[in-house]
């Protein structure tokens, strides 16, 4: 069987991910004189280039971007990088790595090899083995939904309105569609509705025919037992 990197099926070292992470560790191992081989599903340091928003920027300075042999060497060093910017700077640490790798390859499954000692990595590309295997994939490729954002089932009204005396909310309507009441306005909500609500404003939230998916965002509280909870405040009728 061909392989599409050098013709070889077995590395010291596998790689799975051609990230930032992966790529470091490659330096490392180039560095240390350890064969090895990086496996990309697409192309190296993709995510941040399609997996980013138009207007992305760091929110650490400029300064702190250290990655091995690869530092910051711009002129604003406080500053924070945009996307296309962080991106001419990942594509000069590609350069720099000059890493083994195979893009555009997916990797299927990982299995211990006991009787041997490796490890096979099954790829759509075909088999490698490895005395070790490294997984550089990132861990966020399952999304984590905290309790605060669960659907409320359809036609179903919170029992309870509540407000902050100091505390701004920010809420995003992810999924589904409803009501909120705000003091005394009820309004339509529907998917991707982002809703701005001030301190002192009591809200109370009813789910559509279709439920309705509620993320809501608040900076840390100044002080304690800033909320009130006014259990049946949304009574019917209103």
Same mark, same amino acid.
């Given at each position: 069987?061909?392989?599409?990197?050098?013709?070889?099926?077995?590395?010291?070292?596998?790689?799975?991910?051609?990230?930032?992470?992966?790529?470091?560790?490659?330096?490392?191992?180039?560095?240390?004189?350890?064969?090895?081989?990086?496996?990309?599903?697409?192309?190296?340091?993709?995510?941040?280039?399609?997996?980013?928003?138009?207007?992305?920027?760091?929110?650490?300075?400029?300064?702190?971007?250290?990655?091995?042999?690869?530092?910051?060497?711009?002129?604003?060093?406080?500053?924070?990088?945009?996307?296309?910017?962080?991106?001419?700077?990942?594509?000069?640490?590609?350069?720099?790595?000059?890493?083994?790798?195979?893009?555009?390859?997916?990797?299927?499954?990982?299995?211990?090899?006991?009787?041997?000692?490796?490890?096979?990595?099954?790829?759509?590309?075909?088999?490698?083995?490895?005395?070790?295997?490294?997984?550089?994939?990132?861990?966020?490729?399952?999304?984590?939904?905290?309790?605060?954002?669960?659907?409320?089932?359809?036609?179903?009204?919170?029992?309870?309105?509540?407000?902050?005396?100091?505390? @701004?909310?920010?809420?995003?309507?992810?999924?589904?569609?409803?009501?909120?009441?705000?003091?005394?306005?009820?309004?339509?909500?529907?998917?991707?509705?982002?809703?701005?609500?001030?301190?002192?404003?009591?809200?109370?939230?009813?789910?559509?025919?279709?439920?309705?998916?509620?993320?809501?965002?608040?900076?840390?509280?100044?002080?304690?037992?800033?909320? @009130?909870?006014?259990?049946?405040?949304?009574?019917?009728? @209103?």
């Amino acid at each position: 069987m061909s392989h599409p990197y050098g013709g070889r099926s077995h590395y010291s070292v596998v790689i799975v991910g051609g990230g930032q992470a992966g790529l470091s560790l490659s330096h490392c191992l180039q560095q240390r004189g350890i064969d090895h081989l990086v496996i990309e599903k697409r192309s190296l340091v993709h995510t941040w280039r399609t997996q980013r928003w138009d207007s992305f920027c760091l929110v650490t300075p400029n300064w702190q971007c250290q990655l091995p042999g690869w530092s910051y060497l711009g002129s604003d060093p406080h500053g924070f990088m945009v996307k296309d910017q962080i991106n001419e700077w990942l594509a000069g640490f590609v350069d720099h790595v000059k890493a083994p790798a195979i893009e555009g390859v997916t990797v299927e499954r990982v299995s211990r090899d006991g009787e041997r000692e490796r490890f096979n990595v099954q790829t759509d590309a075909g088999l490698y083995t490895a005395d070790q295997v490294v997984v550089a994939s990132g861990g966020y490729h399952r999304p984590i939904v905290p309790r605060l954002a669960e659907k409320l089932p359809a036609g179903v009204r919170t029992p309870f309105g509540h407000t902050h005396s100091q505390q @701004e909310e920010i809420y995003v309507i992810a999924e589904g569609s409803g009501r909120i009441k705000l003091d005394d306005e009820v309004h339509d909500l529907r998917q991707w509705d982002i809703l701005r609500i001030g301190p002192g404003v009591m809200r109370n939230l009813e789910a559509g025919s279709d439920g309705i998916t509620l993320i809501a965002f608040g900076a840390p509280l100044g002080e304690e037992n800033d909320g @009130e909870i006014v259990p049946g405040w949304w009574s019917d009728g @209103e």
